[in-house]
């Protein structure tokens, strides 16, 4: 068989990309709570693995009402990465005591009234905000990944189970919010009861959509648990993975590397 190479650079590209998928971050709430005693409406994590290119992956739990996001979180999940292998000890969630909080003071960088796209064919709406249930708020770059998606652990309370969620993402730091059609109450199912007062579910795999990937920029909002009248919520193990961009350079190295080795058996 005769290789080229061309042939041969496809193949060390197909290669790379197949056995490179990874987390890009991941958050478990393990060591980070510090503000106890301290009413505050927001509480930023940084990420406990961080493989951003810019190494401050942060998501930042909101609730309106400061009196009801719980200042020491619940108590976690364990949770065992499917893509790393690593294990997280079921320590801290973040804890919402009562998901309808009221107050609309979400902000970014102090703003907090929006343009929001949310795919249902009245276009972008200006002056919007994301209403007054917990939120999570995620930024990162994914620079070097692309076909990314994300996973977490619920817990919510028997009787008010939060039964969907919503996702929102944006770009470059500024513009308009999106959200996908399939995005738009994404079902929570699989309820597994732990006692009278917790059932546990999770909330499958999220793909995100294409105009993520390898972004300097990234910023995702999850909201709108609260459509069905739930109370008390837990949100624990926050995991976004991606697939490695392979690097050019890295592709060309194998793949003259494979020719030299080829060139050397047929002297």
């Known amino acids: 068989m005769k290789f080229t190479l061309s042939t041969l650079l496809a193949a060390s590209v197909i290669s ?3 056995q490179a998928v990874e987390v890009v971050a991941f958050w478990g709430f393990e060591d980070d ?6 009413a505050v409406s927001k509480i930023d994590f940084a990420a406990d693995v961080d493989n951003t290119s810019s190494n401050d992956a942060n998501l930042q739990a ?8 719980d200042q020491n979180g619940g108590g976690g999940f364990g ?3 499917p893509t790393s292998g690593i294990a997280y000890g079921g320590t801290r969630s973040v804890k919402f005591d009562d998901v309808r909080g009221g107050g609309n003071d979400f902000d970014i960088l102090g703003v907090s009234i929006f343009s929001i796209d949310r795919n249902d064919d009245l276009g972008v709406l200006a002056g919007e905000d994301f209403g007054n249930d917990g939120l999570i708020y995620i930024t990162l770059s ?3 990944f692309n076909d990314l998606s994300i996973r977490f652990d ?3 309370t028997p009787g008010f189970l939060a039964e969907s969620f919503d996702l929102f993402y944006r770009v470059g730091g500024s513009g308009t919010w999106f959200r996908d059609s399939d995005q738009n109450n994404i079902p929570i199912t699989g309820y597994t009861s732990v006692d009278a007062d917790n059932s546990i579910a999770e909330s499958g795999s999220i793909s995100l959509n294409s105009l993520l990937a390898n972004q300097a920029s990234v ?6 648990f609260a459509e069905f009248g739930n109370n008390e919520l837990e949100l624990d193990n926050f995991e976004i993975i991606g697939e490695v961009v ?3 350079s890295s592709a060309l190295l194998s793949a003259f590397g494979m020719l030299a080795l080829l060139g050397r058996r047929r002297r």
Do not use: K, Q
Request: charge should be negative; aromatic fraction near 12%; avoid cysteine.
């Open 62 to 69: 909101f609730l309106g009402n400061a009196d009801n996001l």
């Open 16 to 18: 790379f990309s197949a």
């Open 154 to 156: 619920i817990e919510s």
């Open 79 to 81: 949770y065992t990465s």
């Open 246 to 248: 392979p690097e050019p």
């Open 219 to 224: 910023e995702i909002i999850i909201n709108d």
């Open 33 to 38: 709570y510090d503000t106890m005693g301290a």
């Open 142 to 144: 994914t620079l070097g």
